[in-house]
T-cell receptor, first 108, second 111 residues
């Protein structure tokens, strides 16, 4: 199956800073999602982004399927952005294969 | 609207004991899933269901069984718990490529 790798594994930011998280795939994909797991463990959908760019407030995501990567941008980071960010490849029947995640800590 | 509800939230089992985790959704979703998350890792699919009365194996099905007798419920069973099954278990449901909702998780420790 397709392998999903995320980088960096850990990231520490000062509040207000910007960051870019990367997700690489071992093969081209046409179904990609980004999730945020908050410090209490709850998983929240951020983006369904098979290709192109989407924005939601301070977050935006870009997927270039033919080059096998996706990027998640966080601008003007806040302490509430802390947690783990996962990308996941969605295959038949809506099943997800997750990357290992990027652990983000935003310091006040 | 509760979304996806998992019970229990925490459980400690002794090796060899059995238990059932319950997942209930009130969104009329066809698809339901069980994932496990080990420390420092992403989620891995255990079993899934594409509709009432159907189940299928995911990436890591060994040691687990599931049932979906009612559309709104998806049960995950451990017949003989092992320490390797210590993990956080997440249930999820979806109706389409977009609508993926997770429960809050069950933290299971097997001693």
């Amino acid at each position: 199956g397709i392998q999903v790798e995320q980088s960096p594994p850990d990231l520490i930011l000062q509040e207000g800073a910007n960051s870019t998280l990367r997700c690489n795939f071992s093969d081209s994909v046409n179904n990609l999602q980004w999730f945020h797991q908050n410090p209490w463990g709850q998983l929240i959908n951020l983006f369904y982004i098979p290709s192109g760019t989407k924005q939601n407030g301070r977050l935006s995501a870009t997927t270039v399927a033919t080059e096998r990567y996706s990027l998640l941008y966080i601008s003007s980071s806040q302490t509430t952005d802390s947690g783990v960010y996962f990308c996941a490849w969605k295959w038949a029947g809506n099943m997800l294969t997750f990357g290992g995640g990027t652990r983000l800590m935003v310091k006040p | 609207n509760a979304g996806v509800t998992q019970t229990p939230k925490f459980r400690v089992l002794k090796t060899g004991q059995s238990m059932t985790l319950l997942c209930a959704q009130d969104m009329n979703h066809e698809y339901m899933y069980w994932y496990r998350q080990d420390p420092g890792m992403g989620l891995r699919l255990i079993h899934y269901s594409v509709g009432e009365g159907t189940t299928a194996k995911g990436e890591v099905p060994d040691g687990y069984n599931v049932s979906r007798l009612k559309k709104q419920n998806f049960l995950l069973g451990l017949e003989s718990a092992a320490p390797s099954q210590t993990s956080v278990y997440f249930c999820a449901s979806s109706y389409s490529l977009y609508g993926y909702t997770f429960g809050s998780g069950t933290r299971l420790t097997v001693v």
